[in-house]
């Protein structure tokens, strides 16, 4: 009996011992390390079948075409249903300068009207869109 509480403690030690080491490890890829520098979460929404995240990517310094070095963003539309084996989509729309999410409101479950603004010629347009697991949309002008 003693034996068997001896080799349990030493099991029960080796297993508590393994839950305390914490794995750090640095990532040399110069891709996915560019990628997580520069992408910015801007908004996170979420309907009963949907989880909705919007990132901003920054381009490269100079991008927006002027002198003082500003940048455009691409912005990604990433969608998932919220299932065991999701569908997942992501949508892009490249080269917006100064770009800010107005809101986001659910139409349906499944989609959802996005309002944002960005600086196009130096004048402020706004942009509508909708959104479903399927499909980006531009619905004005």
């Given at each position: ?73 691409d912005i990604y539309f990433a969608v998932s249903e919220f299932d065991e084996l999701p569908k997942q989509s992501l949508f ?41 697991i399927n499909e980006l949309i531009k619905t004005s002008n």
């Amino acid at each position: 009996m003693k034996r068997i509480l001896v080799i349990f403690g030493f099991l029960l030690s080796i297993s508590c011992s393994s839950q305390n080491r914490i794995q750090i490890d640095s990532i040399s890829n110069e891709e996915i390390v560019d990628i997580f520098n520069r992408i910015e979460l801007l908004r996170e929404f979420k309907t009963e079948d949907l989880m909705i995240r919007l990132f901003s990517y920054a381009n490269e310094s100079g991008s927006a075409g002027f002198n003082s070095g500003e940048i455009t963003n691409d912005i990604y539309f990433a969608v998932s249903e919220f299932d065991e084996l999701p569908k997942q989509s992501l949508f892009k729309i490249k080269n917006l300068y100064s770009t800010e999410i107005v809101s986001i409101d659910e139409i349906k479950n499944d989609k959802v009207l996005i309002t944002l603004v960005h600086i196009e010629n130096k004048t402020k347009k706004t942009l509508e869109l909708e959104l479903t697991i399927n499909e980006l949309i531009k619905t004005s002008n």
